[in-house]
């Protein structure tokens, strides 16, 4: 009983990981809490560096490709696979500031030469999945840190308009409403303040969704089915029974046998 309970917990748990990640997002306790101000780091500094691991990336990884045909695209290929790997080091690291660090999985490559080394490092299912993460997700990734972090950052701005309003000449204008007294920022404020309990969820919930795909992609590969395995592998309630009555031997048959024959 012990053991079902376990494998079928920890199976909810490994299942449910990315839904629970965007759950419990209340606004009230996150406001108090030190996460909506991590998940602006985390955003912010894949707004800034995002772009620069994407040129470094893409521009290794075509002129690898351009230089295959010859015998010079083979240690740049080597080359490419070590940069995709530290940049990704990198966006686990900063997975720390969300969730957990990402931890790495990659095969142990062994020096054979280095046609075994191009093999063994781009057949390595974790350097291409660096490569999705780093190249051909950066667009969406970047969009979905961008929107967040500028809903929460111009939330903020109007909370303290007042301080800054008359900064604009003639006024400000926010859409249909033209701001130009203090009272008037006071109310832009006060909406603000409300609006606040909105873009918070939005950063925060960006965040976890740009760490939960750093964790599904740059992390270790998980079986899906890895507790069902595991308690098929356990010895069963009826595996002592079994053991202890032994199969019956031929001689003894046979004894048994000739005793009811005689």
């Known amino acids: 009983m012990t053991t079902t309970t376990t494998g079928t917990t920890d199976d909810t748990a490994g299942a449910g990981r990315l839904p629970r990640s965007l759950a419990a997002l209340h606004p009230l306790t996150l406001l108090r809490s030190s996460e909506p101000w991590r998940a602006t780091a985390y955003l912010a500094g894949y707004v800034l560096l995002g772009p620069v691991l994407f040129a470094f990336c893409f521009g290794t990884l075509v002129v690898s490709a351009a230089l295959n045909i010859t015998m010079l695209g083979l240690p740049l290929l080597i080359g490419a696979?070590?940069?995709?790997?530290?940049?990704?080091?990198?966006?686990?690291?900063?997975?720390?500031?969300?969730?957990?660090?990402?931890?790495?999985?990659?095969?142990?490559?062994?020096?054979?030469?280095?046609?075994?080394?191009?093999?063994?490092?781009?057949?390595?299912?974790?350097?291409?999945?660096?490569?999705?993460?780093?190249?051909?997700?950066?667009?969406?990734?970047?969009?979905?840190?961008?929107?967040?972090?500028?809903?929460?950052?111009?939330?903020?701005?109007?909370?303290?308009?007042?301080?800054?309003?008359?900064?604009?000449?003639?006024?400000?204008a926010l859409g249909l409403l033209?701001?130009?007294?203090?009272?008037?920022?006071?109310?832009?404020?006060?909406?603000?303040?409300?609006?606040?309990?909105?873009?918070?969820?939005?950063?925060?919930?960006?965040?976890?969704?740009?760490?939960?795909?750093?964790?599904?992609?740059?992390?270790?590969?998980?079986?899906?089915?890895?507790?069902a395995k595991r308690l098929l592998a356990e010895p069963g309630p009826l595996s002592g029974v079994h053991e202890d009555a032994g199969p019956s031997s031929p001689s003894s048959l046979s004894s048994h046998s000739r005793g009811m024959t005689a």
């Open 81 to 172: 696979a070590a940069l995709l790997r530290g940049c990704a080091h990198i966006e686990r690291l900063r997975a720390g500031l969300v969730r957990d660090p990402v931890p790495a999985d990659y095969r142990t490559v062994e020096p054979t030469g280095i046609l075994a080394a191009v093999k063994a490092r781009w057949s390595d299912p974790a350097t291409l999945r660096d490569a999705l993460y780093l190249v051909a997700l950066f667009v969406p990734l970047l969009v979905l840190d961008a929107a967040g972090l500028a809903l929460w950052l111009t939330g903020l701005a109007l909370v303290v308009f007042p301080a800054w309003y008359w900064t604009v000449p003639d006024g400000s």
């Open 178 to 227: 033209r701001v130009d007294d203090l009272p008037s920022a006071f109310l832009v404020s006060l909406a603000a303040c409300a609006l606040t309990l909105v873009t918070v969820c939005a950063v925060v919930a960006a965040a976890r969704l740009h760490a939960a795909v750093a964790h599904k992609l740059l992390g270790p590969r998980t079986d899906p089915l890895a507790a």
